[in-house]
């Protein structure tokens, strides 16, 4: 996991917790309350890391996928382009055969 990659993510998460505390402190005055919405806000950051982790996750294995899926595609290009020269080459040779054979 880059750390440059999921800084934003972090910075957010910091102004989300720190502004969540301010609030509740300057409403309530109660320990109990300032440390649980903490709680809440730290696992509700870690919930949006963890689904940006999986998300980029998938980005990647269908990234890879799509490699996969071009290079086999070119392949197949490859060995029909190499079955239809091969065809040709056949229906040219039998082509001429018969035009030998007309012509005697």
Not at 44 to 50: P, V
Request: hydrophobic share 50%; no cysteine; net charge positive.
């Amino acid at each position: 996991m880059d750390i440059r990659e999921f800084s934003g993510d972090y910075l957010l998460i910091l102004i989300l917790v720190v502004s969540t505390l301010v609030f509740v402190t300057r409403f309530w005055s109660d320990p109990v309350i300032v440390t649980s919405a903490a709680l809440i806000m730290l696992s509700l950051g870690g919930l949006f890391l963890s689904l940006h982790k999986k998300i980029r996750m998938i980005e990647r294995s269908m990234q890879t996928r799509e490699r996969m899926h071009r290079a086999n595609m070119e392949e197949i290009a490859v060995k029909m382009s190499q079955k239809y020269d091969a065809t040709i080459a056949h229906i040219d040779g039998v082509v001429d055969e018969f035009a030998k054979r007309a012509y005697r």
